[in-house]
Every structure is written in C-alpha cells, then in structure tokens.
C-alpha cells in the first residue's frame, strides 16, 4: 500500500541542492563557503593534473619509460601553462627536459579559479604501456 508523507523518515529537501557552496543544500568537502561560482581549487587541481598526465602518456617515447617527476607550474588565467620548473628529477635529466617541454606547451585548459595559488606541484608518471 502507498504511504503518503514523510512519516516514514524521509522528506523532500529544500532545493538548495548538494555540494552547491553558498546554496542552501548541504555542502559537501572541504571548501565549503569558499567559492562563488566555478569549480572548487581541489577539483582544478585534480583536472590541471590530469590534463597534463595525458599529455605526457601521449609522448612515443616517454610512454614506454618508467619514472616520476615533480614540478611546479602556473598556468594564466587563458588556460596555458606558463611555467614548469623542475622540483624532483625522474633520474634523468634529458627525459626532464622532454618533460617540461611537454608540461610548457600545454594549453586549453579551464582558466583557473581566483581563489587557486601558483605555483602548483604536481607529479607525473611513466608507466610502460604494452
């Protein structure tokens, strides 16, 4: 039989939606309050490296390499990565080199948020692709 209400303990919410930070729903993560629009500094962290990431898998060479290398970039308010500088070596210096020659020429990226710091470190990674 139908049951009508929220006797049973569920109601309608508000409207205000999830995650929506300045809304009237439930916030949900870490930054809750503190964006006004756009997406929030730990999912364009995640999206910037993640972009890079493929790029670098793309590479002929460097997809059959295994390292790990560190790097902070910046990257203007156009979406470009303006700057790579080396902070950890993958252990060789030519393959960094081809790193942040990669890194560098990256564009097409969202613009970053206002509230998003440069410089930015990220790791990327090699794996050996069959």
């Known amino acids: 039989e139908a049951q009508a209400g929220a006797t049973g ?3 309608a919410g508000s409207g205000g939606g ?4 300045g809304g009237t729903g439930t916030c949900v993560g870490t930054n809750c309050g503190t964006m006004s629009g756009g997406i929030s500094d730990g999912f364009y962290a995640a999206n910037i490296k993640n972009a890079i990431q493929q790029r670098i898998q793309r590479d002929s060479k460097l ?4 390292f790990a290398a560190d790097f902070a970039i910046w990257v203007s308010p156009s979406g470009a990565v303006t700057r790579a500088q080396l902070v950890s070596s993958s252990g060789d210096a ?3 080199d081809m790193l ?3 890194i ?3 564009t ?3 613009a970053p948020p206002a509230s998003f710091k440069f410089p930015r470190r990220i790791t990327v990674k090699g794996k050996r692709s069959l």
């Open 94 to 96: 030519k393959r960094d």
């Open 63 to 66: 997809s059959r390499m295994v």
């Open 108 to 110: 097409g990226l969202d």
């Open 9 to 11: 303990g569920l109601a």
């Open 100 to 102: 942040k020659g990669i």
């Open 104 to 106: 560098e020429a990256v």
């Open 18 to 21: 999830i995650g929506s930070p």
